[in-house]
């Protein structure tokens, strides 16, 4: 009896053990398996763009594709999840079911509607003579007009009152938001918002780092008809050209006017870094008090 138990103990340990084992293994490829993405942009005459993501090909595989119409494809173990193609058919068979119905229906309503219409006519005839006589004798006595008169002067004070009230008010909420901007300006100052903010920015560098595109390919030919255009183009071109640096090709075109750019781009994005700043930003103290004074404020 006690080897049962001890082989049924076994048993469990060893299904429990595989069972966190797959889930270890479920979250490391979370972690660390990287999305993949290739994009491919040009403009000749007319813009394109083709985008491909993978992870764990052939587990995920997503497609966004526009150049007349936008296509999207969704992919799961090679299975199509999702297709706008085949979506746009079937919307297209339904609206068709939908306007032959509507066809019929509106040849019926249109003979109910044109005996209704006779029927109607003869009503309105006979309305409109009533009330013309009904008006034709209302008349206005003197005290009406009093009256009217003395509603008008009423009228006129309070519309006096309302403005001022409107300026008071104004005047209190221009007091409020000056008190508002100062506490706002003192946190911003604050020793804990100053240490939280250099280590974010610290943060948000580190992940520029890491989401920075493996390999960036392209050329790009342009002009305008004014030269001096050109020019300045070229000099933002100098500004990023530590980003995309000799990958680029760039060709200017000061005689004409012209516009053609080929652009390709991968590279691949982890689970992880995002996890890792969010775990030194949540344990920061620093941080953590000046969110705290944050939620205080708002």
Not at 182 to 188: K, M, P, T, V
Request: charged share 30%; proline share 3%; with cysteine.
């Amino acid at each position: 009896m006690f080897h049962i138990i001890l082989l049924l103990l076994k048993i469990v340990g060893i299904i429990l053990l595989v069972v966190l084992g797959i889930l270890l293994l479920i979250l490391a490829c979370v972690l660390f398996v990287p999305l993949r993405y290739k994009g491919d942009v040009s403009y000749i005459e007319s813009p394109s763009l083709s985008c491909k993501i993978k992870w764990m090909f052939p587990l995920f595989f997503g497609k966004i594709q526009y150049d007349t119409e936008t296509k999207i494809v969704l992919r799961v173990l090679g299975i199509p999840v999702f297709c706008s193609e085949r979506k746009k058919k079937e919307n297209k068979k339904a609206e068709r079911n939908k306007n032959a119905g509507k066809n019929k229906k509106s040849v019926k309503n249109s003979e109910l509607d044109k005996e209704r219409k006779s029927g109607d006519s003869k009503e309105t005839e006979t309305t409109d003579k009533g009330n013309r006589t009904e008006r034709n004798q209302k008349t206005e006595s003197h005290q009406e007009i009093e009256i009217k008169e003395k509603t008008e002067k009423k009228s006129i004070l309070d519309f006096l009152k309302n403005i001022w009230y409107t300026i008071k008010a104004i005047c209190a909420k221009l007091k409020q938001g000056r008190e508002t901007i100062e506490r706002y300006i003192a946190l911003w100052r604050s020793e804990e918002m100053v240490n939280s903010r250099s280590i974010v920015w610290q943060e948000v560098l580190y992940l520029l780092r890491t989401l920075k595109p493996q390999s960036i390919k392209g050329s790009l030919e342009f002009g305008f008809d004014d030269p001096s255009l050109t020019g300045y183009g070229m000099a933002v071109y100098g500004i990023f050209y530590s980003v995309w640096g000799k990958n680029v090709e760039v060709r200017p075109d000061f005689e004409n006017h012209c516009l053609k750019a080929l652009l390709s781009i991968k590279g691949k994005i982890r689970v992880f870094p995002f996890v890792k700043v969010l775990c030194k930003l949540y344990f920061n103290q620093d941080v953590r008090k000046s969110f705290a004074q944050i939620k205080k404020e708002i």
